[in-house]
C-alpha cells in the first residue's frame, strides 16, 4: 500500500491543474452581515407528475444548469452561482423541489447550460473529469441522493456531460433519466456527482430536495401539510468575499502534492433556503420541517435556545416506525431529518435555532458566532386550533434480520498524510476508485457491513441504492496496534478484529434506528449496519435491471473526501 501511496502522489503531482479566475477581493467578515434580516424563501416546487381527468400520469421534465447572481443576503452584493431550473430566470439556489407521486414514474432531462471555464477553483491532481478539450467546459452528472432506480440514472460519476452533451464521460449512458418513484415515501435530493467536481459544483450551488409523497399512506398519520405548514430546509454553509463572490481557500494543505485540493471546506455564514440565517414568522401550532444538511464537510448539532423540542417522523428517505421526542438533532452532512415542532409549547415568542457541533466534527473547533446560528422564528402571540396530530405509529417496516444477511463485509476508511502530517487523500478499503470493484452484492440480499473508521474524523457513509439499518457501534481498543496491522495487510480478519472491537458500545440514538442511507461513522469504532439491496415496503422486485452497467458506488459524503478517492465501486449481481 506504502508503494501505491508514492507512486500516486508522483503521478498526481506531474497532472496539470484548470484553473478559474476569481477576484482578488478580501475575505468577508460575517460578523458585517447583520442575522435574521431576510425572510425564508419558500422553494419553488415542480410537479412531477400529470394529472389527467384526476388521475396522475407520469412526466417529462427539462431541468437546466445554469449561471447566475444570486443573492444570499440583503447587504451582501450579488454572488455569481450555478443554479438548477427550468430556465435561467426561475433557476434557484438551492434548486426546484421536485414532488413526485409513489408508482408515478418521472423523467428528468438534465442539461447543462454552465460556461466554459469555472467560478472556482479545481485541481486535477485528484481524479477528475476532464474534457478533452481541457478548461473548456464544466462535466456535471445529477445523482438523486436516496433513490432505488436503474444504474443508467445514478448519476455515476464518470457518466458526465458538458454544456449541450458535447462532451461526455466514458460511463455516460442516456441524456434522460428514468426515476421510477416507486420506494417508500420520503425524502431525497439530487445534487452534481461528477469525479473530482462534487465539492465545487454543490458549493457552487447545483442541489436541490426530490420528494416522493404517497397519499393514501400519509394522510392518516395526520402530519402537518400544505406548503405554510410543511417545508423543506436545506441548509449549508459558506463563506463569501466583499464582492459577494463564494470563498474557497483555493491553497491546498500540501500544495506541492494538490495545489488546491483541501480535506475539508467550512464557510462562516449558515445559509438556509438559499437565504443567510433567515427568519421565519409561525402561528402557535405544529410545523414540519424536512432538514437536510447540504453542505460539503460540516456537521450540525442543532437545538433550540429556548428549549423547543423535536419529534421526529422520517430520517433520510424513509419514515420511522413510531415517533421519536429529541432536543437536539446531530446531522452529518447529506443526512436529512424529519421532524415536527410545536410552537404552541414555546414559552417565548422568539426561538432561535442553532447549532453547536464542533468542525470537523468531532475534534475541531468550537462553533462561533456566526456558525453557530441557523435561522429565527418568529412566533405570534396568539391562540391557535391546531388540527395537526401526529400519529404513535407511523410506517410499519420490517426491522433488521441478521440472521437473513447472505454476506459478511469489512469496510475500512484509511486516511494518509504527508511528510508534513497533512492529509493527501482517503481510501476505502486501501484502494483507490479506479481498482476492481471488491463489493459485488446480490439483488434482494441483505448483508452485514462491518465498516471500520482507523481516521480522526467522523465519516458519513452514503451507499447508493441501498437502505441499511444501524445495529450498534463498538470502540476499537489498542486502536494504534490494530491501524498499524490494518495499513501493512489489509485485512480485517488477518489483524483479529475480534480482539479489538471490545471497547465500549454506544447505541444508535433512537431517532436513527430506521431505514437509512447515510450514517455517520466514529472514528475508532466498528459500525455494524444491515445493507438491504431491496424495497422495504414491499416483496416486489426491481423493476429495471439493477445489475447494468455502469453500476453504483459507496461512499464517505463529506465532498472534500469523496472527490479524493474515499469512494468505491458496487456492483450488484444476479
Same mark, same amino acid.
Given at each position: ?26 475575505? =468577508? ?16 416546487? %415542480? ?36 443554479? #438548477? ?17 409513489? &408508482? ?15 467560478? =472556482? ?8 473529469? !476532464? ?47 428514468? #426515476? ?9 435530493? #439530487? ?9 465545487? +459544483? ?5 442541489? &436541490? ?11 392518516? /398519520? ?31 494543505? +500540501? ?26 414568522? !409561525? ?40 415517533? !421519536? ?19 404552541? @409549547? ?6 432561535? *435555532? ?8 468531532? &475534534? ?29 405509529? *407511523?410506517?410499519? #417496516? ?38 476492481? !470493484? ?5 439483488? &434482494? ?12 474524523? +467522523? ?7 441501498? =437502505? ?15 491501524? @498499524? ?72 459524503? %463529506? ?10 465501486? /458496487?456492483?450488484?449481481? +444476479?
Amino acid at each position: 500500500m506504502e508503494a501505491i501511496l508514492h507512486l500516486r502522489l508522483i503521478s498526481f503531482a506531474l497532472l496539470g491543474v484548470l484553473t478559474a479566475s476569481l477576484p482578488q477581493a478580501r475575505l =468577508l467578515n460575517s460578523s458585517n452581515l447583520e442575522m435574521f434580516v431576510d425572510q425564508l424563501p419558500h422553494l419553488p416546487k %415542480i410537479l412531477g407528475f400529470h394529472l389527467v381527468s384526476g388521475i396522475p400520469k407520469s412526466k417529462s421534465l427539462e431541468i437546466g444548469m445554469f449561471k447566475k447572481k444570486w443573492k444570499f443576503h440583503r447587504n451582501l452584493p450579488s454572488t455569481p452561482v450555478y443554479a #438548477y431550473g427550468v430556465s435561467k430566470d426561475t433557476a434557484t439556489v438551492p434548486g426546484p423541489t421536485i414532488e413526485a407521486l409513489h &408508482g408515478i414514474d418521472t423523467y428528468v432531462t438534465w442539461q447543462n447550460h454552465l460556461p466554459p471555464n469555472h467560478i =472556482l477553483q479545481w485541481d486535477t491532481t485528484i481524479p477528475t473529469a !476532464v474534457p478533452a478539450n481541457r478548461g473548456k467546459g464544466i462535466p456535471t452528472v445529477v445523482h438523486l441522493h436516496g433513490g432505488i432506480d436503474e444504474p443508467e440514472s445514478d448519476g455515476y460519476f464518470s457518466s458526465w456531460f458538458t454544456a449541450g452533451f458535447k462532451e461526455k464521460g466514458p460511463t455516460w449512458t442516456n441524456e434522460t433519466y428514468h #426515476y421510477h418513484n416507486q420506494q417508500q415515501p420520503g425524502n431525497l435530493w #439530487y445534487h452534481d456527482h461528477a469525479m473530482g467536481l462534487t465539492r465545487i +459544483n454543490i458549493l457552487a450551488g447545483l442541489a &436541490g430536495a426530490y420528494i416522493i409523497r404517497h397519499p393514501k399512506l400519509e394522510a392518516p /398519520l395526520g402530519l402537518p401539510s400544505g406548503d405554510e405548514f410543511d417545508r423543506s430546509l436545506i441548509v449549508f454553509d459558506r463563506s463569501f468575499r466583499t464582492t459577494g463572490s463564494i470563498y474557497m481557500n483555493s491553497t491546498g494543505d +500540501n500544495p506541492s502534492i494538490h495545489p488546491h485540493w483541501r480535506p475539508e471546506y467550512f464557510g462562516d455564514v449558515i445559509i438556509v433556503n438559499g437565504k443567510a440565517w433567515p427568519r421565519l414568522t !409561525v402561528r402557535r401550532r405544529k410545523y414540519r420541517f424536512r432538514i437536510l444538511n447540504a453542505s460539503n464537510a460540516r456537521f450540525f448539532r442543532f437545538f433550540f435556545i429556548n428549549g423547543l423540542g423535536f419529534t421526529h417522523v422520517g430520517s433520510d428517505s424513509a419514515y420511522l416506525n413510531q415517533p !421519536v421526542v429529541t432536543n437536539e438533532i446531530l446531522l452529518g452532512p447529506s443526512e436529512i431529518a424529519d421532524v415536527v415542532v410545536d410552537f404552541s @409549547n414555546s414559552k417565548t415568542d422568539i426561538a432561535i *435555532l442553532a447549532n453547536d457541533a464542533p468542525y470537523p466534527y468531532p &475534534g475541531g473547533s468550537p462553533v462561533n458566532e456566526g456558525n453557530s446560528k441557523v435561522m429565527k422564528f418568529i412566533i405570534l402571540n396568539r391562540p391557535e386550533v391546531d388540527t395537526w396530530k401526529i400519529a404513535k405509529k *407511523l410506517m410499519h #417496516y420490517p426491522g433488521p434480520d441478521v440472521s437473513g444477511a447472505s454476506h459478511t463485509r469489512y469496510i475500512a476508511m484509511y486516511e494518509y498524510t504527508s511528510a508534513a502530517n497533512q492529509p493527501t487523500h482517503l481510501y476505502l478499503n486501501g484502494k483507490t476508485l479506479e481498482e476492481r !470493484v471488491t463489493e459485488t452484492p446480490k439483488v &434482494g440480499t441483505t448483508e452485514v457491513w462491518y465498516v471500520i473508521n482507523l481516521t480522526q474524523d +467522523n465519516h458519513p457513509l452514503h451507499i447508493h441504492l441501498g =437502505l441499511f439499518v444501524a445495529m450498534d457501534q463498538t470502540e476499537l481498543v489498542n486502536l494504534k496496534e490494530f491501524t @498499524n496491522c490494518m495499513m501493512r495487510m489489509n485485512d480485517a480478519i488477518k489483524c483479529q478484529i475480534s480482539k479489538h472491537a471490545r471497547g465500549k458500545r454506544i447505541e444508535v440514538p433512537a431517532y436513527e434506528k430506521g431505514w437509512k442511507n447515510v450514517f455517520k461513522m466514529r472514528p475508532g469504532f466498528v459500525t455494524k449496519i444491515l445493507v438491504r439491496f431491496s424495497y422495504i415496503h414491499s416483496n416486489a422486485s426491481y423493476p429495471f435491471d439493477a445489475t447494468a452497467a455502469p453500476g453504483y458506488v459507496y461512499h464517505c459524503h %463529506i465532498l472534500d473526501h469523496e472527490d479524493n478517492e474515499m469512494m468505491r465501486p /458496487l456492483k450488484l449481481i +444476479n
